[in-house]
């Protein structure tokens, strides 16, 4: 009997269809990423069971550790009108390329006294100098700011705004601070907002767990 | 890497060296999945959660009436301790004092929940008062609410520190 040839098959496997996935795949999860805003404010957030994701849209009040507020106005269509708003109301007669660097800075972070020095100078001041945005009872600037806000809003749909006020502060700030906070928003008829935490799981057990359901409150 | 090689022995035939023009996609495909892993695990991890917080409109001063029992007072102390007393501040209650743990102010509350349930027939009546002090932390206001949607109190109010609790503050237990 001859020897019956068994013919060697190549192993050489086809890698073009599976790159051409993982390639998909790929340009997929990074389209589908938010970018996530770089944090020049270093904030540690307490977690609550909440699990309700914070709008990317937002109006955001960040509480530091030192007790230092600072503002972000994350609506871009209102940004430029909320920043107008603060010019005129309370007088600080900002020239157009100081008004237009304002609009520009990622968040406001000073007291109304420094804002036309810190513009005029020619490099950017780090978060961790600024002085951060007075909210004391006699002289709460959070306050102005967020007159301009609810200015800027007005006749449209209040409830988009509220959902849009976001106050972000971390753990170890003082209770004060954000009684300030909560002083400003409510000075301007702010009555409803939301804090910013980190998720966390339902207690097993609890009477939460048992209803499942969140109070909406 | 992928593939072994076979000699063909079918072309014996010196030919000048034709060069494959196949390329191996092994290591590429290795990266693909390698970053595929790093965004679908950066994606998820970040995504904050927004807890709703509503003030009490205090122009008008509220006009409904409260029973004494049914209200539980936490004031949020320094060093991440709460003092707790019911009923109203005039009438000198027992102050006790807990922590943030879930078995401390969450079995409190829960007590507190059932005895006015027992005593009213509806624990909707009971009412919780959060009087955080100056020396307390955003982390315990944070954790104080959340405390209330865990154990689902129906009302609470954040009020301010009275001069009748900063003196019962004051007193050593």
Known sequence: ?217 | MAEIETKRSADKKKRFHQKSTRVDLTPMVDLGFLLITFFVFTTTLTTPTAMNVILPYDKTPPSDLICESCVLTVLLDKNNRIKYYEGAVENGPLIKETGYAPDEIRSVLMLKKAKVKRARGDEGQFILLIKPTVASNFKNFVDITDEVTICQVKRYYIGELGDADKRLLLKKL
């Not at chain 1, 301009?148 to 007005?154: F, I, Q, R």
């Not at chain 1, 409803?192 to 966390?200: L, S």
């Open chain 1, 1 to 217: 009997m001859p020897k019956v040839k068994i013919p060697r098959k190549s192993t050489i496997v086809d890698m073009t269809a599976m790159c051409d996935v993982a390639f998909l795949l790929l340009t997929f999860f990074i389209l589908a990423t938010k970018q996530k805003p770089p944090e020049v404010l270093s904030v540690k957030t307490p977690t609550s069971v909440s699990s309700k994701a914070a709008p990317d849209k937002s109006i955001l009040i960040t509480l530091t550790k030192e007790g230092k507020v600072f503002l972000m106005l994350g609506d871009e269509t209102k940004k430029a009108a909320i920043i107008d708003d603060f010019n005129t109301t309370r007088g600080l007669q900002l020239t157009g390329a100081q008004l237009a660097k304002l609009k520009k800075a990622e968040y406001i972070g000073l007291p109304v006294n420094q804002l036309k020095s810190a513009l005029d100078a020619p490099q950017e001041i780090p978060a961790s100098l600024m002085a951060g945005i007075p909210t004391d009872s006699t002289n709460n600037e959070l306050s102005f700011w967020m007159r301009s806000v609810t200015n800027a809003y007005k006749g449209e749909d209040q409830r988009l705004l509220q959902d849009m006020i976001l106050v972000k502060g971390d753990g170890d700030a003082l209770y004060p601070i954000f009684k300030s906070v909560k002083e400003a928003l409510k000075a301007n008829e702010i009555f409803k907002f939301r804090i910013v935490t980190e998720g966390e799981q339902v207690p097993a057990g609890s009477e939460l767990y048992k209803t499942g359901k969140e109070d909406k409150k």
